[in-house]
């Protein structure tokens, strides 16, 4: 599953709301889940606000893409969001340590 990150462009694509149940305003940055391997290929991209992210996805992400840098939008010529990513997973890092659930590496190991 390819996954990308961006500025929600548009007031227009407000609607979609992230699991959190809140709409993803314009402006605000969004995680992209892609429900196809392939971006031509149609199919539903599911997004969420970057800090609603859990650490299980981040690292899907980075076994997916190879790091955070390489996740379409984190490196783009007008802005550079990989410091917000970075920030994003090392939050979801921490919340899944809270909860005691060792099944997954760390995921800054991968970065």
Known sequence: ???CVEYN?????????????QRIEEG???WGSH???DWS???HTYWSH????????FQNAVLAHGSLAAIPGA??????LLD?????????????????DSSFPRLLNFV
């Open 1 to 3: 599953m390819p996954y």
């Open 9 to 21: 462009p548009s007031r227009f694509q407000a609607w979609p709301k992230c699991k959190c149940k």
């Open 28 to 30: 605000d940055l969004r």
């Open 35 to 37: 429900d196809q391997d």
């Open 41 to 43: 290929i149609d199919g």
């Open 50 to 57: 970057l800090a609603c992210v859990s650490h299980k996805v």
């Open 75 to 80: 490196v783009e010529d007008e802005y550079d």
């Open 84 to 100: 917000e990513l970075e920030t994003a997973a090392a939050r979801a890092e921490t919340v899944r340590a809270k909860s005691h």
